[in-house]
C-alpha cells in the first residue's frame, strides 16, 4: 500500500514537472513550429472602432448573466501591491452594482511565492520565467502567468477580464463581448498596418491581411475562457520571440508583449470590439463619463492655475511612479481648482479606497 501511494506521488510530480517543461521549450523552439492552423476570421477584415450600445453588451438569452471572473498579474513589489490593493477594493465596491457582470476575481501572482496579502486579495501564485528568460523585460511573465492560472486554477465564470493593478473600476462591468467577439479598448500607438512587414514574421501572409491584428494589448480584453486557453501559449512564444529578435524588440520597446497579444489574439482567429468606452487615461482624457475604467498610467502634473505641465514635475502632481518604493500615504492632496474631472476622480478615488483598506501603511 506505502509503495503504490509513494509511486502514485512520484507519477504526478513527474507529471507536472513535464507539462512545465514543454511550455518552456515550446517558447524557445522555432515560431512557426507554434503558430496555430488555418484562421477561421477569413471574412472579418477590420474591426471598426465603435461606441457599442450597452443593451447590446448586457446579457444574451433569457435574462441569464455572462459573468466573467478579473484577473491581475502582478509582482510582489511595493509598487504593484498598493496598486493591486486599490483596484481590488473597487472591485468589491461595484461587483454587484446595477448591469454588473463581473464574478470572481484573482491576483496572479507571479513571484513563485506567498505574500502577506493573500488573505485580503484572491491570489494565485504563478512561478516567474527562469532567470534570465525575460531579458530584463518583466511583463514577459505575465503571460506565461496566464497560462499557469488557467491550467491549474478552478475558474467558473466562462469569460476573462483581464486588468491591470494600475486599473480603477469606476462603475459597474457589463461583459461587453459579443457573439464569439472579445472587447477590448483600442490603443492609438499599436500600429499594426505601420509595422506589417516587422509582424509578418509572426503573422505570415496565409493567416490573413494584417488589418486582422486588432490594435490593443491584453488590457483591458474580456474573452472567452476557452478562447484563451488557447491563445495564451501562443501569446507567450510569440512574445518571447520578439524579445529575442533585436529588430523586433527595438521597433516595439516597452509595447512589445501588446503587439503579443494583438498578433496571438489574430492567429486564433479572436477578432475584438474595440471598444472606446471600456477606459480613460489621465491627463489626457478629461472626462469619466461613461467609462469603466480609470487607467493611470500617465504622470499628472498641473500648476496652482489648474494648467497642465506635463514633461515637467508640477507645482501639484500625482504619478504612480511616486511610491514605487513606499506606498501613497491616506487623505493625498486634491488637485488645485481648473483641473480635469477625470483626474480629480482619480484622487479622489485613491483616497477613499486608502481610508478604508484596513492596515494601509502596513
Not at 72 to 101: F, I, L
Amino acid at each position: 500500500m506505502g509503495c503504490g501511494n509513494f509511486f502514485f506521488t512520484v507519477l504526478i510530480t513527474f507529471s507536472v514537472a513535464l507539462i512545465t517543461y514543454n511550455i518552456l521549450i515550446s517558447a524557445n523552439a522555432p515560431l512557426k513550429q507554434d503558430l496555430p492552423g488555418p484562421s477561421s476570421r477569413s471574412t472579418l477584415l477590420v474591426d471598426p472602432v465603435i461606441k457599442m450600445p450597452l443593451e447590446r453588451s448586457r446579457r444574451s438569452g433569457f435574462g441569464k448573466k455572462r459573468l466573467f471572473h478579473t484577473a491581475v498579474t502582478a509582482s510582489d513589489s511595493v509598487y504593484n501591491t498598493w496598486q493591486c490593493r486599490v483596484m481590488y477594493y473597487w472591485y468589491k465596491k461595484h461587483k454587484d452594482g446595477p448591469n454588473s457582470e463581473m464574478g470572481g476575481f484573482t491576483r496572479i501572482l507571479h513571484s513563485g511565492k506567498p505574500d502577506k496579502f493573500m488573505e485580503e486579495i484572491p491570489t494565485f501564485i504563478a512561478q516567474p520565467l527562469p532567470a534570465g528568460m525575460d531579458q530584463g523585460y518583466i511583463v514577459l511573465n505575465r503571460p506565461w502567468a496566464f497560462v499557469q492560472w488557467l491550467q491549474k486554477a478552478d475558474i467558473k465564470e466562462d469569460y476573462i477580464l483581464m486588468a491591470e493593478p494600475d486599473h480603477i473600476i469606476v462603475k459597474p462591468i457589463p461583459n461587453l463581448s459579443k457573439d464569439g467577439l472579445g472587447a477590448a479598448f483600442p490603443f492609438f500607438y499599436i500600429e499594426p498596418k505601420k509595422y506589417e512587414s516587422l509582424l509578418r514574421k509572426y503573422f505570415p501572409e496565409d493567416k490573413g491581411p494584417i488589418t486582422n491584428i486588432d490594435p490593443i494589448g491584453n488590457s483591458p480584453v474580456i474573452v472567452g475562457k476557452e478562447s484563451l486557453k488557447k491563445i495564451a501559449p501562443t501569446w507567450m512564444n510569440v512574445s518571447l520571440a520578439m524579445k529575442k529578435d533585436p529588430e523586433t524588440d527595438k521597433a516595439f520597446g516597452w509595447v512589445l508583449e501588446m503587439y503579443g497579444y494583438a498578433v496571438s489574439s489574430a492567429l486564433h482567429g479572436v477578432g475584438n470590439i474595440l471598444y472606446k468606452d471600456f477606459m480613460i487615461q489621465p491627463p489626457w482624457d478629461t472626462e469619466v463619463g461613461k467609462k469603466f475604467i480609470i487607467h493611470y498610467t500617465y504622470g499628472c502634473d498641473y500648476d496652482m492655475k489648474g494648467k497642465l505641465t506635463y514633461g515637467k514635475i508640477g507645482e501639484w502632481r500625482f504619478d504612480k511612479r511616486s511610491y514605487d518604493t513606499v506606498i501613497p500615504p491616506r487623505n493625498l492632496p486634491l488637485p488645485p481648482p481648473g483641473v480635469p474631472e477625470s483626474v480629480v476622480t482619480l484622487v479622489k478615488m485613491v483616497n477613499e479606497a486608502t481610508a478604508n483598506i484596513p492596515n494601509w501603511g502596513s
